[in-house]
């Protein structure tokens, strides 16, 4: 068997002018992850990572500490197959049919909903629409276009990696809940609302031979846990 550890980025900074880096706890998030990996054996093969920035900072991480290692590795083979969809632009066309307000931004709706309660709400409820294909607009992606993208970009990898590799994979919240359907059979709602519970630099690891695809465990944080800082383990 082959393994596929997907790996969720760490915290991006969610409400600043460049939401596409790590936060200083995300930062924090990415190199005890690293750690972990390391201090329980996990060697891999090879790394790729999406192309945003949050992603390949949070492989950079697990590089870093292998370079002078037994088995030093490269830096992330970048692959955009694990870019996360656009939820901003997602969120921006339909704020004003869900809930009555026209944001101009990405800045401005996060304006108008200050309160992080009404603005998980609307989020939730405009991605939930997306994914089900209630929300759709022209020109803008849906969500079997994103899974058929980020599947694709996982039949390459397995093709290219035969049974018995270890491949990392840094990546989004998105394109691990596009994994876990596949794995599970999974409709479109449950999908989308499953990868809600997916924590910044979380561990969820699948199995493949053949045409075989597994789930082996989901969602893994015990590695941020065990730091005794509750803080650390965060969704968004």
Not at 2 to 30: E, N, V
Not at 93 to 112: D, H, M, R, V
Not at 177 to 193: D, F, P
């Amino acid at each position: 068997m082959g393994t596929i550890y997907m790996i969720r980025h760490g915290q991006a900074s969610f409400g600043s002018g460049d939401y596409d880096r790590l936060s200083q706890k995300g930062i924090i998030q990415a190199r005890v992850l690293a750690e972990h990996l390391l201090a329980i054996g996990i060697s891999a093969d090879i790394i790729y990572s999406g192309e945003m920035k949050r992603q390949i900072d949070t492989a950079a991480q697990m590089a870093e500490l292998c370079k002078n290692g037994v088995h030093p590795l490269q830096g992330p083979r970048i692959d955009s197959a694990f870019n996360e969809y656009g939820s901003q632009e997602i969120l921006l066309s339909f704020a004003k049919k869900i809930a009555g307000k026209e944001p101009l931004s990405n800045e401005t709706l996060l304006q108008a909903y200050t309160d992080k309660k009404k603005f998980q709400e609307l989020f939730e409820k405009i991605l939930s629409g997306w994914a089900t294909g209630k929300y759709r607009k022209k020109g803008l992606i849906t969500w079997e276009e994103f899974a058929g993208r980020v599947w694709n970009g996982i039949e390459r990898i397995i093709k290219d990696n035969p049974s018995g590799r270890t491949i990392l994979i840094f990546t989004s919240g998105g394109p691990i809940s596009v994994a876990l359907q596949r794995a599970l059979g999974l409709s479109n709602e449950e999908t989308i609302r499953l990868g809600w519970q997916i924590a910044n630099a979380s561990i969820t690891k699948f199995l493949y031979k053949g045409e075989r695809f597994a789930l082996a465990a989901f969602n893994e944080t015990a590695h941020l846990a065990l730091r005794r800082d509750q803080e650390l383990v965060t969704y968004r």
